[in-house]
């Protein structure tokens, strides 16, 4: 870890510890970039240095605020999967009747940011697993190309939690690569794993090091397809993405 960053994670702690309480998230929305998985140990840190000086307080506040920077698995109920599933087929829904038109998926998503979590990552596998089991070949590769298109906009979307935006775009794209095959769709193959792997470059939960060696995967394998020969542009693209993770 750079110093810059590492000095960068120290303003943020000081910052949070220095706000009224309740203005927190506040702070953190505006601090997105920051908030990986060193952030939460230098928090963590950070806490343990508050307890050993005898200030438990500010210790519990920092344990606090680790243990909600840390995602958990949350329990699935029968509500969820009536309302997620509803939500999660009128988004996909309107991505194909809008051909991924950001301006008619975004409104729907800004009215429902509270769905964008770990629960509708998990549903919408759900969905697409047993969607595509049961899929005729065309069925299965219009499934994929609203999956990719989707995560694409998700990935951009610009309010919620980046980090759940960003699991969810994740998501997207690996459900596309079931039925995506370089032999079958070579070129949808390779842009899938393009934009995947820029999806890894700047996922927020995770392990940095695992996810940086995830989105080098990715990028070889577009590399294979996107030769400088047969698509320049595509490949210098593809190239530059990996220049950026290096």
């Known amino acids: 870890m750079n110093e810059q960053r590492l000095q960068a994670y120290y303003q943020l702690i000081e910052r949070l510890l220095s706000c009224p309480n309740g203005e927190e998230p506040e702070i ?3 601090h997105q970039e920051l908030l990986d998985t060193e952030f939460v140990q230098e928090v963590v840190a950070v806490a343990e240095h508050f307890a050993q000086e005898g200030e438990e307080n500010t210790a519990n506040r920092l344990r606090n605020l680790a243990a909600q920077l840390t995602p958990e698995a949350t329990p699935i109920t029968e509500a969820d999967i009536e309302t997620y599933g509803q939500f999660i087929l009128e988004v996909l829904q309107a991505t194909s009747d809008s051909n991924g038109d950001a301006g ?3 409104p729907l998503l800004a009215g429902n940011t509270d769905k964008l979590n770990n629960i509708f990552t998990e549903l919408l596998r759900r969905w697409a697993t047993n969607t595509l089991r049961e899929a005729e070949a065309d069925a299965a590769a219009y499934i994929a190309y609203l999956m990719g298109t989707f995560g694409n906009l998700i990935g951009q979307f610009p309010l919620g939690s980046k980090a759940d935006n960003m699991e969810i775009g994740i998501t997207g794209y690996e459900i596309a690569l079931t039925v995506l095959s370089r032999t079958a769709f070579p070129q949808q193959w390779a842009t899938t794993q393009n934009n995947l792997g820029n999806a890894y470059l700047y996922r927020i939960f995770g392990e940095k090091a695992e996810n940086l060696e995830n989105a ?6 577009a590399l294979e397809v996107r030769t400088r020969s047969a698509f ?7 190239l530059l993405n990996l220049g950026i993770l290096y």
Do not use: G, R
């Open 232 to 238: 320049p542009l595509n490949n210098a693209k593809t």
């Open 104 to 106: 008619v998926i975004y």
């Open 28 to 30: 953190l929305a505006a």
């Open 216 to 221: 080098i995967a990715a990028f070889s394998a």
